[in-house]
């Protein structure tokens, strides 16, 4: 039996699967890492830690694997979107990596635009200038920490820092450069022109490959370190939602995906370069060649129900905090939340917004509080959903992954709010299993993606929309959308009392 790897590096851990030809996870390991908030809007890690824990987390999968090694025959990754690693010309990290949810470059988005223009930005990119993307983060290092910059060589994306650490090759892949503001996303290229607009070299950009391209061997000291085979092929892997999508089969016209992890987002599948979104959702490269996707993002989803319970439940279990929330009514007895912690991303790119529970009185108990939160995170995915339709597209089926999709009633929730049929996988894995299925297809082991694809995912059980809830939802939902205008102000006011 042959096997591949499938590395998924996330914004809290890293998960490590091994998978057979059968589609079978048949082991897997996750470690996790800190991260670092400074000030205010901050978020930050250290590279070397997502390099250590992948290293601890192969070496126990190794150990604990009864099979030959040789017959691993390949890994290849997922990785978070979005995050700034810069690398000097020795290929040695200058600072912590900035990651996809720090909203310092406020200033920066708006200078984007003013350099590029709003409309030209969009031609090129086929996306809005918001603070967690990668071209900001580059500009407010060079204009805040110039001395570092003045050092910079190469920048990187976390997963591509990770690849180069078990390679010693530097590359990048097109979903995950279509999330930086620098690829011209339809032509698969970096922008000679963003970059000679913001006086960068264009070799500032690591090389491009396709995500199952292979891009060298696992090196001799990580081979030594991980007890893997110095013959194991790397292949370039993708970025999360790209591989979250491969993992979930979104791979064809009318396919959409949930994916609730840390953020979430709603995913679907574009044949074409060229729909008009007007920057209202994103648009990126997918990890199937030549294919696109569409997107839009909750930034604090499964962040919100794990703040929640860090706050108010510290000393419960995630299944104990929301066991009996199926007992609480629709719209959890008059408690709408809005999951704005560290700001939004759609369809409002605002950095300043933040979370409210709206409705709160004496007779409200934590379940109906817990039930609030799921509840606000959904509305929140929903409202990704509505562009899409808005759009005509047609959205009937979700294939739900990640957090969302741990609990019954938070499945059927999502049924009734998008009005729409969920089907749950048999691991919702998404992006780890779309990382192996990439691994898998670089190996030669089927002609396709959608082959494998076939063989690695399958359904386990499909949630309905019950037509009453869908009606309570849907009343509930405008209310939600009215709280971000009714606050807005009063957050503008409050942020100069934040840290």
Excluded at 364 to 383: M, P, Q, Y
Excluded at 399 to 423: C, E, M, P, R, Y
């Amino acid at each position: 039996m042959k096997y591949v790897i499938g590395v998924d590096l996330g914004t809290s851990a890293v998960k490590v699967i091994l998978m057979d030809q059968q589609g079978t996870i048949t082991q897997e390991v996750s470690k996790s890492y800190p991260l670092i908030h400074e000030k205010s809007g901050y978020s930050e890690q250290e590279p070397e830690q997502w390099v250590e824990k992948t290293r601890e987390g192969l070496a126990e999968l190794v150990q604990q694997f009864q099979g030959n090694v040789a017959d691993i025959e390949g890994i290849s990754f997922s990785g978070q979107m979005h995050g700034l690693v810069l690398l000097d010309e020795s290929n040695h990290v200058l600072r912590n990596a900035i990651l996809w949810n720090d909203v310092r470059t406020t200033k920066q988005c708006q200078q984007i635009y003013d350099v590029v223009g709003t409309e030209r930005l969009l031609e090129i990119t086929k996306n809005p200038a918001l603070e967690g993307f990668t071209l900001p983060k580059i500009l407010w290092v060079k204009e805040n920490e110039p001395q570092i910059f003045e050092k910079a060589s190469v920048f990187m994306l976390p997963k591509d820092y990770l690849r180069y650490r078990m390679t010693g090759n530097i590359h990048s892949e097109y979903s995950d450069a279509a999330g930086t503001l620098l690829l011209n996303v339809g032509e698969k290229t970096w922008s000679k022109e963003i970059c000679h607009l913001f006086d960068l070299d264009v070799d500032f950009c690591p090389p491009l490959v396709e995500s199952h391209d292979c891009v060298g061997q696992i090196n001799e000291e990580f081979a030594q370190q991980t007890g893997l085979s110095s013959e194991t092929k790397v292949f370039a892997g993708g970025a999360d939602n790209a591989c979250g999508a491969i993992g979930s089969g979104i791979l064809a016209e009318g396919n959409t995906l949930c994916s609730v992890g840390t953020s979430g987002v709603v995913l679907s599948y574009e044949e074409r370069n060229d729909r008009d979104f007007s920057g209202k959702v994103h648009y990126f490269n997918h990890g199937k060649e030549d294919a696109f996707y569409t997107m839009g993002v909750t930034l604090a989803a499964g962040y919100s129900l794990s703040w929640f319970k860090d706050v108010f439940a510290e000393n419960e279990s995630f299944e104990a905090l929301l066991d009996g929330i199926d007992q609480v009514a629709v719209g959890s007895n008059g408690l709408l939340f809005t999951p704005y912690l560290v700001g939004e991303r759609t369809p409002h790119a605002d950095p300043t917004i933040r979370a409210s529970f709206i409705g709160m009185e004496g007779s409200h108990s934590k379940k109906d509080f817990a039930r609030a939160v799921i509840e606000g995170i959904t509305f929140s995915l929903n409202e990704s959903i509505d562009i899409f339709r808005e759009s005509g597209k047609e959205i009937n089926t979700v294939i739900s992954i990640g957090g969302g999709a741990k609990n019954d009633t938070w499945l059927q929730i999502q049924a009734d709010v998008f009005n729409a049929k969920i089907i749950k996988l048999k691991s919702e894995q998404g992006p780890g299993i779309g990382a192996a299925i990439l691994a898998a297809y670089g190996a030669g082991w089927a002609n396709t993606l959608e082959e494998i694809a076939d063989i690695f995912i399958q359904p386990e059980k499909i949630y309905e929309p019950i037509p009453e809830n869908v009606e309570k939802y849907s009343q509930l939902f405008t209310l939600y959308k009215d709280v971000y205008n009714q606050t807005k102000s009063l957050n503008e006011g409050l942020k100069a009392f934040r840290k």
